[in-house]
């Protein structure tokens, strides 16, 4: 039981850790500079404010395949090709993540030649660009599927194991429908706004209670003594 009260505390940290860095590390740091007009001039004097942004943004991809691993052990035992599929869609989410924050830091490369380069040399950089930020933002939509995908086994296990109370569970599986939704519309060129504060509030009102109250003693007894008293 004390295992158990200690994975819940580092689970919930992760939420809440992966939730900050993220945040801080896209839109404090990298897409003030990729978002400029003259973001290809701006992103070499800006360079250790991009790679502190990509570093926090894989610090996220990092804390999600730490909630995956954690809470596989406990989901296993009831539900173990979900939560190997689970594992499996946090990491192609960190691998997206990544592919997403390569763009960043080759265009800071682009950026110094930009910097120094003739008229001609100019238009070709800013071709080469303009690829680099349509690659960051359909793999950052990408890391946005695939975290839906996740979380769309993720709440429903939570639901069947009673670990946490079900209208956290029920809260996050809408947040993450509602997110898929967004980033379908916006794939498809709707812009409906950052619709993706609800499961934002999700992650963290859930990370704050399994750091205070864990996860439920009584279905982690019941997952412990392989009951099926939490099936219905």
Avoid: C
């Amino acid at each position: 039981m004390n295992s158990h009260r200690t994975t819940a505390r580092i689970v919930g940290a992760l939420f809440l850790i992966s939730n900050v860095v993220f945040l801080t590390g896209a839109f404090a740091f990298v897409e003030p500079t990729l978002s400029a007009p003259d973001y290809l001039s701006l992103a070499s004097t800006n360079r250790i404010s991009v790679i502190l942004g990509v570093f926090l943004e894989l610090i996220n991809g990092v804390a999600y395949i730490g909630i995956a691993v954690l809470m596989f052990p406990i989901f296993r035992r009831r539900f173990e090709s979900l939560a190997l599929a689970y594992v499996a869609f946090r990491t192609i989410e960190f691998v997206m993540q990544t592919l997403s924050d390569l763009s960043p830091l080759v265009l800071l490369t682009v950026s110094e030649e930009f910097v120094g380069a003739g008229a001609a040399e100019a238009v070709a950089l800013q071709a080469v660009g303009t690829l680099l930020l349509a690659a960051r933002y359909w793999a950052f939509h990408m890391v946005s599927v695939t975290l839906v995908l996740g979380a769309l086994l993720f709440y429903p296990m939570l639901y069947r194991t009673r670990l946490i109370p079900r209208f956290i569970s029920v809260w996050g599986f809408i947040g993450a429908l509602v997110v898929l939704a967004n980033a379908v519309m916006e794939m498809v060129g709707f812009q409906p706004g950052n619709l993706g504060i609800l499961m934002l509030l999700n992650e963290v009102f859930l990370g704050v209670w399994l750091i205070v109250k864990g996860f439920n003693p009584s279905a982690v007894a019941s997952l412990a003594g392989g009951s099926d008293a939490d099936r219905v």
